[in-house]
């Protein structure tokens, strides 16, 4: 049965590894839901977040086929229950909608969302979230005139201890 992982790799930043780490999903025929990287809780050590849906198993070999990278310090994945994650999203809307519908205002407070920016064109609301509260503030606010939509990939944290500083301290120790 297929399930969703979060798939955490922590890798010196170089140049050609989102390539080359691209290439083993593709070889395996395994589809990113969503990406994000970003500087991780260790100095110069970098942090991607891959979310994949299939069975454990391939992805457990394709964790073992990604630490083989030379550029890849650690790889783990961890079920939907193990982590704690958010996504973020931003919606262009007319400007008109906010003065002359007084019903949008109520939905941007019920989604807990919240406006950072107003120009007399258009205002841009941020949701952070689960992807079925983006979702579904963006189907409130598409008859309002939706001008632009983005959405960021997952990030998230464990629950557990990933020791991922140990580990790198004994790798640094071991040198």
Not at 86 to 106: G, W
Request: charge should be positive; glycine fraction near 4%.
């Amino acid at each position: 049965m297929d399930k969703t992982f979060t798939i955490s790799i922590y890798s010196e930043n170089n140049v050609g590894l989102l390539n080359r780490i691209s290439a083993i999903f593709l070889k395996r025929h395994i589809n990113i839901e969503s990406l994000t990287t970003s500087q991780s809780e260790i100095k110069d050590v970098f942090r991607f977040i891959i979310i994949v849906k299939g069975p454990e198993e391939s992805v457990k070999k394709l964790i073992q086929q990604i630490e083989k990278q030379v550029d890849v310090i650690r790889a783990f994945y961890h079920t939907d229950e193990e982590t704690i994650f958010q996504e973020s999203a931003l919606y262009k809307v007319k400007s008109s909608a906010l003065f002359e519908e007084r019903h949008i205002q109520n939905i941007i407070k019920e989604s807990h969302a919240n406006i950072v920016t107003v120009s007399p064109e258009y205002f841009v609301i941020e949701k952070t979230g689960f992807r079925n509260e983006t979702d579904r503030l963006y189907h409130d606010l598409a008859p309002f005139g939706l001008l632009q939509f983005v959405r960021s990939g997952r990030i998230s944290v464990t629950k557990s201890k990933m020791g991922i500083s140990e580990i790198i301290k004994k790798f640094k120790s071991d040198n």
